[in-house]
């Protein structure tokens, strides 16, 4: 029974480093895209309970967000806080 508890520890250790870890090996949190697709796809997998919908949710925001530039990006995630903001 405690072998259960094995895959959900073992997951983090796999996927926390691929988010915040550079190429370089250094720690990478600001201007990090894959961190607000984490986010969302975290959000997502709670909602639905859909492991497919997770995984191509996080991917579609990366790809997303990866496509501009992080000037462009800071622009976007400021009209979209701003736009929640005003609801």
Do not use: C, Q
């Not at 600001?30 to 492991?51: F, R, T, V």
């Amino acid at each position: 029974e405690i072998l259960s508890y094995v895959p959900s520890a073992i997951f983090p250790a796999i996927i926390f480093p691929a988010i915040f870890i550079d190429s370089s090996g250094s720690i990478d949190i600001s201007e990090n895209p894959k961190i607000l697709a984490a986010i969302i796809a975290l959000i997502i997998g709670a909602i639905s309970k859909n492991i497919l919908a997770t995984i191509f949710t996080g991917l579609i925001v990366y790809w997303y967000l990866n496509s501009f530039d992080i000037e462009h990006m800071k622009i976007e995630l400021n009209k979209l806080f701003l736009l929640n903001l005003n609801i």
